[in-house]
């Protein structure tokens, strides 16, 4: 917080009520580091240079952070209650004119009590990529010149200083270099979609074999434009369409693969498809849970174990059950022999045989060979 400083009131107010005004979001809890501080709700105004934060309870209570003061920021989407935050990694501050005079830390947090951080959060890191501080003048720049201390304690800890900035300022380039890497990858995409319609309009000159094995090749580098939370807005709307995007996506490999699928291996695959636009296991469990609701062609399943996979929703108990049955009928087996016949994971291939098993349709045999399943001749002789 020894970052921030204190604003005029009647300076504040012009620029709240100008056109400068970039973004503003209401119930915004300011924290120095992990901990909480007194400025616990207020109205935040993001410009091209600061950010500027009032308290509700007190319109006297207004500080700002300019923006060149800003390393990094990181998105922590907490659930459970807690309130979305925005981490922001700053720099030295300017002058001793703050309100927390000493800070142990380099960072704060905004929590958004109310929503909107990701579009706010957003709009900061498009402001911070600008730079527009370096051609606009700034109150923060010339507030009060430091002094230079060059021996002791002091000098050590502002050399200490100036490679920790040093070291922000590269950690910033690399971010933005990812982010270019991130565009050229979504380019990437589109081209090989464009190169796939070309090819399938010249089968004359390709084979359709060819011709399929190409465009199976092109199109797992990536979903064409991967559904993402900042355009959806909210959580349920996201799920939902994740769920069809994961829908349509592992349909095909499902039917490859049996009709069922861990959700572990889906993760892998949804990932390596989505390319840079990655999603987190939660969101990928959440947004399988409304596959049936929505009538998508896969939904979830959740094994006595809780082992969870991914199936077709062709692919019902009796189908698995019968499945299973027929394999044992040609030869007892343990679960890597099935797991080798039916070309699935033998997590999976155990979850059958105990399915099977209570059902009644078929038992076991533990001994120092390890365990093997056999068909239930009391039940079907």
Known sequence: MNRF?????????????????????????????????????????????????????????????????????????????????????????????????????????????????????RRLSDQISRKRWDTVDSPAHTAVPRREIRTGIAGIERNIQAQQTSASMHISKAFEDLNSLMKMAKETVGLSKSIVAKVKNRQG?????????????????GVDDPVTRDVCGNDNVYHQKLAKEVSQLMTKPLEESGGLMTLTDVYCRVNRARGFELVSPE????????????GLPTELRVFDTGVIALELRTISEAVLVERT?????????????????????????????????????????????????????????
């Open 5 to 121: 400083a204190w604003v005029d009131p009647q300076n504040a107010n012009k620029l709240v009520n100008s056109s400068d005004v970039v973004a503003k979001q209401a119930t915004v809890r300011l924290y120095d580091g992990e901990e909480k501080t007194p400025f616990d709700s207020g109205t935040l105004y993001l410009f091209n240079t600061q950010l500027i934060w009032i308290d509700d309870q007190d319109s006297t209570c207004i500080m700002s952070l300019h923006l060149s003061l800003i390393v990094l920021t990181e998105e922590h989407r907490t659930g459970s209650g807690r309130s979305p935050k925005v981490v922001l990694y700053l720099n030295a501050p300017f002058a001793n004119v703050q309100p927390v005079q000493v800070s142990d830390v380099d960072f704060v947090k905004l929590s958004f009590r109310n929503g909107g951080m990701v579009e706010f959060s």
């Open 283 to 294: 969101d990928l469990l959440r947004a399988c849970r409304q596959m049936k609701n929505l």
């Open 205 to 221: 000159e390709i084979t359709d074999d060819e011709t399929t094995q190409l465009k199976s090749y092109l199109l797992s580098l």
């Open 325 to 381: 049955k027929e394999a044992l009928n040609k030869a007892p087996m343990t679960a890597e022999m099935f797991a080798k016949a039916l070309g699935v994971s033998v997590v999976l291939a155990k979850e059958m045989l105990f399915l099977t098993e209570k059902r009644g349709f078929a038992c076991r045999d533990e001994s120092m060979e390890g365990l093997r399943f056999y068909p239930n001749r009391f039940v079907e002789p």
